[in-house]
């Protein structure tokens, strides 16, 4: 069995992206973009050329022009609107330029902040990004990945994380969490959907997966450097450095580490350029010269950012609609079965597609996060549930027509037959109430069904017409709303003239 040996590599740079997913509260997408603007925070748009360098740090540009190709165009309609849309990607993004420090094992890995995102995303989903770069000269593999390692864990969940702690201009944060939320998007929190944590003991945010945001990132090896396969597994792994200072590993097979690697790297531009995804991480790690690598750079920031995004975003719609099912399941709610119905035929139309990137090596990577996060998979127990509901709501319909037909029935033929021959004379006008006083026992019965066989007939029409207006308005307020408030609001800065 052959052991590995992994020597630790100079960098040139480091750029982390740090992606955390959240749900928005219901209808509070309005104050949330509203306070977002009043923030500092920008409407994104492809059409604003400015923006193509404004959020990435100095030597970076993402082009709009390419990034509007790379996409088919139903799903730049998704990614990028020109106007505010409940259907679509809405971004907002400012520029920090945040110079901080990590401090871990006595080791100090500066930092800056150059950006962050916050993207409202359908379903009442989104995502915060949080652009970074390590700015020490002496940088290698090891510090970067200890840096993406420990930035990424919002809450202190293991005892080597207490140890951990951030400087920023002279104040300390003791975890991720208090930085960003405290510092970064101090008005977020109160819009954030905390149903979730109901019955959680240690919590205090509502988390999707664990207390760890996704990385994305990417490593230029200085010159001279080349990537080995421990690098790699090391890098989406996020193995720093150990107590003693020294390249982590948590494998010691190098058979292991390398049948690891093989579904999950894509190595068309080997033996110079390696993408490698899992669970937790999306990692470029190249060898290429300084304009190679900021190429590449820029791509991460762009095309496959957006890629990685739309990734995430079906994995947790994905797994949002399959948690709303077991709930139905229990409360047997006919509405809430045919909103799920709705928004699984919504999503399964509008947004999962096979075809959703215009380039090859852009299709490839895409299909390697999707096969990574499993949601093939998860789509097709999404389209059984959708299934199971059809028949589901088919056999509701169909026991409740069988119900109502029966109490017609016993209304229709003991009113009309016994009911009107016996009390029908007296219901005449005027209505004769003193010879309702000497009425038998059978005489009773047959009033009583009379009058509640009315208030049956009232009841069901009322119950159609309610579900009818309801209805109607449900759909005025999706196709509708959005429109007005947009255009009468101009805060809002997703919507142009001329638009219908």
Known sequence: MKTIT???????????????????????DVDFKKQLLRDGYIPFHLNNLDQETAYYGEGYKVSHPSMERYYLPFTNEVLFPRRDNPDSFLRFSKAWKLECILHVYDV????????????????????????????????????ALEFADRFRVLQDIKIRDESTFLEVDGKVYEET?????????????????????????????????????????????????????????????????????????NAGNQAYVEHYLEPITYTRWAPHTY????EHSFCCVTS???????????????????????????????LKLSNRYSSVQMEQDNQEIEDLIRD????????????????????????????????????????????????????????????????????????GIYGMNQVIDDLGKPINWEAMTDYSLFEY????????????????AGNVLYKFAREKIREYKYDRAWKRRAQSDPEFGFYEEGDD
């Open 177 to 249: 969490e208090q930085f960003i939320f405290q510092m970064l998007v101090h008005s977020v929190r109160p819009y954030l959907d905390q149903s979730t944590m109901k019955g959680a003991y240690f919590e205090t945010l509502p988390f999707f997966v664990d207390e760890r945001m996704y990385v994305q990132a990417t490593y230029q090896l200085a010159e001279g450097e080349e990537s080995e396969p421990c690098d790699l597994y090391r890098a989406v792994n996020l193995n720093g450095l150990t107590e003693r200072k020294l390249p982590k590993i």
């Open 344 to 415: 699984i035929t919504k999503f399964s139309s509008k947004y999962f597609f096979r075809e959703l990137v215009s380039q090859s090596q852009g299709k490839e990577i895409f299909i390697q996060l999707r096969t990574v996060f499993g949601n093939s998979e998860l789509f097709q127990d999404v389209k059984q549930t959708l299934s199971d509901l059809h028949r589901y709501k088919q056999n509701f319909s169909s026991r409740r027509r069988n119900y109502l037909l029966m109490i017609l029935t016993i209304y229709t033929v003991i009113s």
């Open 288 to 318: 290429e010269t300084e304009e190679a690598a900021v190429e590449l750079a820029n791509h991460m920031y762009g095309q496959y950012y957006y890629g990685l995004l739309l990734n995430l975003f079906h994995k947790i719609a994905l």
């Open 108 to 143: 100090k890995i500066p930092f800056r902040v150059h950006s962050v995102d916050l993207i409202l995303c359908p379903f009442n989903l989104g995502f915060m990004t949080i652009r970074t770069e390590l700015m020490n000269d002496q940088l290698t593999l090891s510090k």
């Open 275 to 278: 993408f490698v995804t899992n």
């Open 445 to 460: 019965i047959a009033l009583f069904v009379i009058m509640s066989g009315i208030a049956v007939a009232f009841t069901l």
């Open 6 to 28: 992994c020597r630790d590599k100079r960098l040139n740079s480091a750029l982390c992206q740090f992606v955390f997913p959240y749900s928005i509260k219901e209808d509070a």
